[in-house]
């Protein structure tokens, strides 16, 4: 997982802390449930929406 951090890049399975750490902060959730919400971040202007279950990313978009 660190070598995916590194490269900052995003994959299934990912915690929403080790998505941070990958691609910056959030700027935008639809709920305050951690773990269990969509999480859209803003890295260097590229933007990414990133849905977590059970705080797992399940559905990545953009980038």
Known sequence: MWATIDEHQV?????????????????????S??????????QAGKKWSVTYVDNHATTIRGG
């Open 11 to 31: 994959k299934p399975g990912m915690s929403e802390l080790e998505t941070r750490m990958a691609i910056g902060s959030k700027v935008h959730n639809d709920s």
């Open 33 to 42: 449930t951690v773990g269990n919400r969509t999480i859209t971040y803003d």
